[in-house]
């Protein structure tokens, strides 16, 4: 073999460690954990202090990684063409093919996998070189940065973004390692559900709202709140289609203290705030905030009262259930034993999927009542009861006209997919 082409294979070797160390240590960074990562730098690991540098800025580590693979895959071509110039038909499309299969399996394939599977030895092994490689190539980063930064402006885009995929990936990978716990992986995940959640899926309903009309008097006003254990209540006209106004508790006690008893409550409440059913719970917040109030009375398309919202209902969409220290009201969600639940009909059925791992399935509704009672196609009554595959549900209280307590169990521990409308009702 010619000097050249020694040269022109040793070069070609050279391309096939740069991309390969790229690959690998570009996968072992983004593989490994931060609290792995802490463990290394604890036990004294120099090279983790390396690693932990190159993380500190994301965008500087992703386009240095591809700037290597371009270059090593460019120089690679050029070289292999070069090699293969000379040699007759049959001879070039071996050596092309046979260069394609080594480059696919050092180059991408084998150090990535290597990466994942151990990402604590590939990082110690390959930071250094990377480093060296990164620096090499940084009047050409410095160059890219210059280009992409009127752009980046432009179309308003930041390359230091986090996915909410990503976020979640880490919130995973977290509580595995027992970085994060449970309450505050569910915390986690309620906010990123806020943004997509309607109020129309966490409002007290209608038929749950407290409220007053307006010709009652204040004495009546005060055993309600008494009782009811409210601070504010909505004050309606003829119906609760009709909302005057909400009464705040401190505005009727002071006047109650001073002896004034005959005081109309419709010149006592404070301007109603209506949202339609269909805004999202996020915007909701904000505009309560914003307008300083605790409460929004919930109305449908056709301008009906549907329900309402506090302040209180939101946030337990992001830290769950919150009740009072002598709050006597029975756990919405109660676990009899492994396969049998006793769950409030208001409770959503996205909860009751995730407390029993099955997969009921209704777009029309949003309650486990409402799914019992498209099951049922009439009125509940006690001791009614729904079968779906292999999950009874039993109405075990109802309330008015709907289905209050409600007996789920299971067959069979596992998990089924359920439908509305797939199954007929036994009861």
């Known amino acids: ?22 690959s690998a240590a570009e996968a072992a960074l983004s593989t490994i954990s931060r609290h792995r990562m802490n463990t290394l730098l604890e036990n004294g690991e120099r090279r983790a202090n390396v690693a932990m540098r190159l993380l500190e800025d994301p965008y500087h580590l992703r386009i240095g990684t591809l700037l ?10 050029a070289l292999l063409l070069t090699f293969v110039a000379n040699r007759t038909g049959w001879q070039q499309a071996t050596l092309l093919l046979g260069f394609l299969l080594v480059w696919l399996t050092i180059g991408t394939t084998l150090p990535k996998t290597l990466a994942t599977a151990y990402p604590d030895s590939m990082v110690l092994w390959t930071v250094r070189p990377l480093r060296i490689l990164l620096w090499l190539v940084a009047p050409m980063q410095w160059l890219l940065r210059q280009i992409a930064r009127p752009i980046g402006l432009v179309t308003g885009q930041n390359a230091n973004l986090v996915t909410e995929e990503e976020l979640r990936l880490m919130v995973n990978v977290g509580e595995e390692e027992g970085v994060i716990e449970a309450e505050e992986r569910d915390m986690i995940a309620g906010i990123f559900e806020f943004s997509d959640t309607s109020v129309r899926e966490v409002m007290v309903p209608r038929i749950d709202i407290v409220g007053l009309a307006a010709s009652a008097s204040m004495e009546e006003a005060l055993n309600l709140f008494i009782s009811a254990g409210h601070s504010r209540l909505p004050i309606y006209d003829d119906s609760i289609d009709q909302v005057l106004g909400v009464l705040y508790a401190k505005d009727l006690f002071p006047l109650l203290r001073d002896g004034q008893r005959d005081v109309p409550l419709r010149s006592l409440v404070r301007q109603p705030y209506f949202v339609p059913e269909s805004l999202k719970v996020d915007d909701l917040m904000r505009a309560l905030q914003s307008r300083k109030v605790h409460m929004a009375i919930i109305v449908d398309e056709y301008g009906s009262t549907a329900g309402l919202v506090t302040i209180e209902d939101l946030l337990e969409e992001i830290v769950g259930e919150i009740q009072d220290e002598f709050d006597s009201e029975e756990a919405p969600i109660q676990q009899l034993s492994p396969n049998e639940w006793l769950f409030d009909s208001r409770v959503s059925i996205d909860e009751v999927n995730d407390a029993t791992g099955l997969t009921l399935i209704n777009d029309d509704v949003d309650s486990l009542g409402g799914f019992v009672l498209a099951l049922l196609g009439s009125m509940p009554n006690v001791g009614d009861v729904v079968h779906v595959d292999d999950t009874t549900i039993e109405v075990v209280t109802i309330q008015g006209l709907r289905p209050q307590r409600l007996h789920l169990s299971l067959a069979t521990a596992e998990p089924e997919v359920a439908e509305v409308g797939s199954n007929t009702d036994d009861g």
Do not use: F, W
């Not at 073999?1 to 790229?22: T, Y």
């Not at 290597?68 to 071509?77: D, K, P, Q």
């Open 1 to 22: 073999m010619d000097p050249a082409s020694s040269l022109e294979l040793l070069g070609l070797a050279m391309c096939l460690i740069i991309v390969s160390v790229a």
């Open 68 to 77: 290597l693979s371009t270059v090593g895959t460019i120089g690679a071509t």
